[in-house]
Each structure stands twice: as structure tokens, then as C-alpha cells.
Nanobody, 124 residues
Framework: QVQLVESGGGLVRAGGSLRLSCAAS????????MGWFRQAPGKEREFVAAISWRGGTIYFADSVKGRFTISRDNAKNTVYLQMNSLKPEDTAVYYCAGDLKSSRLWVATEYDYWGQGTQVTVSL
């Protein structure tokens, strides 16, 4: 069993930056592909970014390419999402998720574990 806890969300002005963290408890974190998804009010949950278990493969949604980066520190059981040049349309609840299979990391239904989410609000 893996538990995921996100932190680092908040209110920021457009153009600003935030770094989200996702701390994992439990064993075998380093074996999990990790992803970030987000859900805005009235919209479906969407893929943001993902990183394979060793960090060698990374995926980004087109909407965040060039602005967001994802990284992981397996020694700390933590995955990060650095968000730069934030836009109002980035406003959402951000969730991290863990996938033991590390297969289609851009697909939400592939994930085994989810955090509770952290709110990110970007104002004009």
C-alpha cells in the first residue's frame, strides 16, 4: 500500500511559479511510475506530467510543455512538479498518482494510487 500526500499548492499571480511536492509512504516507491493530473471545476481530470520509475522517461501534456518540469527523488520518496509561467487556465486541483506498471503514464485509469490533491489558483 502506498499513500501519497501533495503539498505546495496556493494562490499565485499569472506569470508566477509554484513547486508541488508529492510525498509517498510505503515500500517500493522507486518502482512506481509517478504522474500529476489536474481537475478544474466542471471539467474532467486531465493529464499534466509523468515520470518513469527511474526518471528516464518523462511525459508532458502539450498545454504545459516548456513551462512545467517533473522530477523525483527516490531517496526521499518524493516527486515534484515545478510550475513556471503559470496561467489562469492552470487553476485546478492537482493530484499525484502512482502506477506500479509504469506503462501508459499519461492515462489516469492506469494508476493504482492517488493523493487527495492540492489546490492551485492562478489569478490575473
Amino acid at each position: 500500500q502506498v499513500q501519497l500526500v501533495e503539498s505546495g499548492g496556493g494562490l499565485v499571480r499569472a506569470g508566477g511559479s509554484l513547486r508541488l511536492s508529492c510525498a509517498a509512504s510505503g515500500r517500493f516507491f522507486s518502482s512506481y511510475g509517478m504522474g500529476w493530473f489536474r481537475q478544474a471545476p466542471g471539467k474532467e481530470r486531465e493529464f499534466v506530467a509523468a515520470i518513469s520509475w527511474r526518471g528516464g522517461t518523462i511525459y508532458f501534456a502539450d498545454s504545459v510543455k516548456g513551462r512545467f518540469t517533473i522530477s523525483r527523488d527516490n531517496a526521499k520518496n518524493t516527486v515534484y512538479l515545478q510550475m513556471n509561467s503559470l496561467k489562469p487556465e492552470d487553476t485546478a486541483v492537482y493530484y499525484c498518482a502512482g502506477d506500479l506498471k509504469s506503462s501508459r503514464l499519461w492515462v489516469a485509469t492506469e494508476y493504482d494510487y492517488w493523493g487527495q490533491g492540492t489546490q492551485v489558483t492562478v489569478s490575473l
